[in-house]
Nanobody, 126 residues
Framework: QLQLVESGGGLVQPGGSLRLSCAAT????????ISWFRQAPGKEREGVSC????????NYADSVKGRFTISRDNAKNTVYLQMNSLKPEDIAVYYC???????????????????WGKGTLVTVSS
């Protein structure tokens, strides 16, 4: 079964850090560019970060630049999102998605993603 599974979400205080993981089962993650999206309550889904299939190119939304870092370990079939200096406005369900084409990944086109995970909730609160 082709599947993406996110993990690592939880409750963290403002200024804290979390590392999200996106693991693939049933297919080779290294053949895909991977995006992280997030959806806050009452808001539309937005792109957060993207990494090319081999990890040579990355892209970030302005709202997370300098705070979030995307990386991947294709040997482990996993992509990571390191989130530092978290703010209450980062509260959302975070989803990873796989795209065959890096263009759609980097421009955060949800309709062009081939696979989606079910999401992991990140809450930032004191």
């Amino acid at each position: 079964q082709l599947q993406l599974v996110e993990s690592g979400g939880g409750l963290v205080q403002p200024g804290g850090s979390l590392r999200l993981s996106c693991a693939a089962t049933g297919f080779t993650l290294g053949n895909y560019a991977i995006s992280w999206f997030r959806q806050a309550p009452g808001k539309e889904r937005e792109g957060v970060s993207c990494i090319s299939s081999r990890g040579s190119s990355t892209n970030y939304a302005d709202s997370v630049k300098g705070r979030f870092t995307i990386s991947r370990d294709n040997a482990k079939n996993t992509v990571y999102l390191q989130m530092n200096s978290l703010k209450p406005e980062d509260i959302a369900v975070y989803y990873c998605a796989a795209a065959r084409n890096y263009y759609y990944c980097s421009t955060f086109v949800p309709m062009a993603m081939n696979y989606w995970g079910k999401g992991t909730l990140v809450t930032v609160s004191s």
